[in-house]
């Protein structure tokens, strides 16, 4: 295991610029206000802020702009925001107004080039692929679009090591098959990928306690990515890093 700091990363999905959350990617409940719930996890010792448009159509997209920028003057822990990022204008946008890092899914799949090139314009450090894994009938993982609804066919494997190849900063590997159940991450998958390549994976999909989130550490994670347990004060950060602290795991305090 490496000895850089593990990372924990609140997400917060935004709607119609209110931050919402959901099960399994329906039944969506209001947690907020997007600065106010952000500037709560920077106080609270979140290490980096995932911010994910999750109706982002052009006529939303200009809503997530405007809101990390409001949240960038406010908030000063790395913020990557994903959702509808098509073209490099897209990108350039969202770093202009404060974004740190995007995160890339299906415009990825459909262009894989759009990595090569967000990569070489920006930098690898700001190009985050998010790649959505389900297990399929033969026990192999296949990646998924659409909010999880349609299985493109590639093996999770394959891609993992192409967008590795291809440039990314960092692989964000969600377990659709975990997602929301809290139940515990995929830690299967998530080793599979922590040591296929070499950038850093976070594992998102399934936390539901302080010992998953320990788990995906011991898997090879780099960052584990959470929503449902932060928003609802399920669980603290601090506690959480001492937590992690108290079991060997090194964490920023």
């Known amino acids: ?17 209110r931050v919402v959350k959901g099960v ?30 999750i109706t982002a159509s052009h006529e939303n997209r200009d809503t997530i702009v405007d809101i990390v920028k409001d949240v960038a003057k406010e908030v000063f822990i790395p913020l990557t925001v ?3 990022i098509r ?23 459909v262009n894989p080039n759009f990595i090569d090139e967000g990569a070489k314009r920006f930098g690898s450090q700001c190009i985050v692929v998010a790649i959505d894994v389900k297990k399929v ?3 192999s993982y296949h990646v998924f679009v659409k909010g999880g609804r349609e299985d493109t066919g590639l093996d999770a494997l394959q891609w993992a090591k192409e967008v590795y190849d291809r440039g990314a900063g960092e692989i964000l590997l969600t377990s ?17 990928i922590s ?29 584990a990515l959470a929503a449902s347990i932060f928003h609802f ?20 305090i």
């Open 1 to 17: 295991m490496s000895n850089f700091a593990k990372r924990i990363i609140p997400c917060l999905d935004v709607k119609d610029g």
């Open 24 to 53: 399994n990617f329906v039944g969506l409940r209001d947690a907020g206000n997007p600065v106010e719930v952000a500037k709560r996890y920077n106080d609270e010792g979140a290490d980096e802020l995932t911010f994910l448009d």
């Open 82 to 84: 994903g959702g509808g």
């Open 87 to 109: 073209k490099l204008d897209d990108i350039y946008k969202l770093l202009n107004v404060g974004c740190d890092k995007v995160s890339v899914n299906s415009s990825a799949v």
């Open 137 to 139: 009938e033969d026990g």
């Open 176 to 192: 659709m098959d975990t997602d929301g159940a809290k139940t515990g991450f995929e830690l299967n998958i998530t080793e599979k």
């Open 195 to 223: 040591s296929l390549v070499d950038i850093p994976v976070i594992a998102s999909g399934g936390a539901g306690t302080m010992e998953h989130i320990k788990q995906a550490f011991e898997h090879g994670a780099s960052a």
């Open 233 to 252: 004060k399920e669980i603290d950060i601090m506690d959480l890093k001492n937590y992690l602290k108290d079991n060997n795991i090194p964490v920023r």
